[in-house]
């Protein structure tokens, strides 16, 4: 299978939340379809998939989505939320190549620095980041909902 990145489609929806869902990054008080409709009114193109399958133009009936990576910049900072390889994909560089693809956009845009959160517990994605060359910061991430899912 010929692995290759291209931007998010909204006919990716599905695919993309069933990746999220296996991988356990989505959470029942946040809905990734929402999260999905908000990301394409804003930087669409820092949405990127990774597609196994025909590497032909125009060829996506064929195509299965095998990783996906939301990322943004706001003027200040880069973050990337979403990044997700399916299980049986695992290992290929799936992963390194989206990020590193995001980061080439976001320096492109002359972003300084990318950050992303990882839950504690997460220690395979922690040591995933880590051989990646990101660095743990002492902060506390706060929050506060301005809409409801």
Not at 42 to 54: I, L, M, N, T
């Amino acid at each position: 299978m010929t692995v290759h990145t291209r931007q998010f489609d909204p006919a990716d929806t599905e695919a993309v939340v069933a990746l999220w869902e296996v991988c356990g990054l989505t959470r029942p008080w946040n809905d990734p379809r929402a999260d999905i409709a908000l990301k394409l009114r804003v930087q669409p193109e820092f949405f990127r998939v990774a597609v196994g399958g025909s590497a032909l133009a125009g060829a996506r009936a064929n195509d299965e989505i095998v990783g996906s990576v939301m990322a943004g910049y706001d003027g200040h900072r880069g973050w990337a939320y979403y990044l997700a390889t399916a299980p049986a994909h695992e290992g290929r560089g799936i992963a390194t190549a989206l990020m590193r693809e995001v980061e080439a956009l976001l320096l492109d845009l002359g972003c300084p620095k990318v950050q992303l959160m990882v839950r504690s517990e997460n220690e395979q994605t922690l040591g995933f980041y880590d051989r990646l060359g990101y660095e743990s910061s002492d902060v506390r991430v706060l929050g506060r909902r301005l809409i409801a899912d």
